[in-house]
């Protein structure tokens, strides 16, 4: 264990810890990120976890399940701010951190152990005591030999888990989990995977490279090292940001263009947040829709000029919208931005084919604005709550 040196931190239930720390008679209850009684569950803590209550799921859904939680707006400002609290102590340790999100990353503590007097073993946990004493959240990590491990271990026994899966134990302790298990393998993925016979990474391991590659594709590759714990992608602390997107998975399948609509809106507001957040703008937008038949559509527009501007991300996905075809009911959407620019690059021109989009914009700064002061539910747009 001591020569581990790869982890994954991850902050347990990120949005609804920071709302217990500041609201102390909340420790023991179940807490619900979201909207109101029509809206959807944006994430919720394990309190309300046990009673089964799931991000996307209708909120009427969650309270059914669980009546006396209590739900509450996000704060997605207050929530940067304290992942960048969180993010300098983890500076402390190492300069070499992949963040995933605002309430995870890798780090590689590789060579650190001479600079600190303790191997990564003890500075993680003492990272995840400072977490917890000095800013109030707590987080758990999963120490190994590469990524790929290290994400696995960091879920195994959350909240406050620390598990390490050594080099020794990697085959025989990935044998018989199932192949949803690696991360980016889904429903759809799953599925593809049964139908060849494939269920565990032991039916994987059966298989030879050739016959895999030959199936899948690039992807019978991947899963071939993959089911042998083999995983040589760095901790890149540099990795460009190639896309910036948000997608919801719908506890049932919905044709409810104004919940449809409504979930546009917000995608939008997150993507362009997290723009905002990493002083990024975009000049593609993308919508996808993912069907109840597992069929996935997706459409992408170019815009003239590149935007972090949550009310032109809105309006373009919407347009890609109701251009489709067919729509049909629908398991899953997400808003995307891509093709990357800094954001002193963005939105630095008016629309000549839309002449109120200059003072749509100033009115989403100066909303950006009253938010960081007062907290994200100060001010919200009428379909925000569709």
Request: proline share 4%; glycine share 8%.
């Amino acid at each position: 264990m001591l020569d581990l040196s790869i982890a994954h931190m991850d902050c347990d239930a990120f949005y609804a810890s920071v709302e217990k720390r500041d609201r102390p008679e909340l420790a023991d209850k179940p807490v619900i990120i979201g909207g109101g009684r029509r809206g959807v569950v944006s994430t919720c803590c394990y309190v309300a976890r046990v009673r089964g209550v799931r991000s996307a799921m209708p909120m009427f859904k969650a309270l059914e399940l669980c009546p006396e939680a209590v739900v509450l707006k996000g704060r997605m400002s207050l929530y940067v701010e304290v992942s960048r609290q969180v993010r300098a102590l983890m500076e402390e340790l190492t300069p070499a951190i992949e963040p995933l999100s605002l309430d995870e990353a890798f780090l590689d503590l590789t060579g650190t152990t001479r600079l600190h007097g303790h191997p990564p073993a003890v500075m993680l946990a003492k990272l995840v005591k400072r977490m917890q004493e000095e800013i109030g959240i707590t987080g758990s990590i999963g120490l190994s030999h590469n990524k790929f491990l290290a994400k696995i271990a960091s879920d195994l026994d959350k909240p406050r888990g620390f598990s390490v899966i050594g080099r020794a134990e990697t085959e025989t302790f990935l044998a018989d989990k199932p192949v949803g298990i690696i991360w980016g393998v889904g429903v759809v993925g799953q599925e593809a995977l049964r139908q060849a016979g494939i269920q565990t990474i032991a039916d994987l391991r059966r298989w030879d490279r050739r016959d895999l590659g030959h199936r899948f594709g690039t992807m019978g590759d991947r899963l071939w090292h993959l089911a042998r714990g083999r995983d040589r992608r760095p901790v890149s602390r540099n990795r460009p940001v190639k896309s910036i997107s948000k997608e919801t998975t719908f506890h049932e399948d919905t044709d409810d263009q104004d919940v449809l609509d409504g979930h546009l809106w917000r995608l939008s507001e997150q993507v362009s947040a997290r723009a905002k957040a990493k002083g990024l703008a975009g000049r593609v937008v993308t919508l996808k829709l993912k069907r109840a038949d597992f069929t996935t559509v997706t459409r992408r527009h170019a815009l003239s000029d590149p935007t972090q501007i949550a009310d032109k991300i809105y309006r373009q996905a919407r347009a890609l919208f109701q251009g489709l075809d067919r729509v049909g009911r629908c398991r899953l959407i997400g808003v995307g931005l891509s093709d990357l620019v800094p954001e002193t690059l963005a939105d630095r021109s008016d629309d000549l084919l839309d002449p109120g989009a200059g003072k749509r914009a100033a009115a989403e700064r100066a909303t950006d604005a009253i938010r960081a002061r007062f907290g994200d539910d100060a001010i919200r747009k009428g379909r925000a709550l569709r």
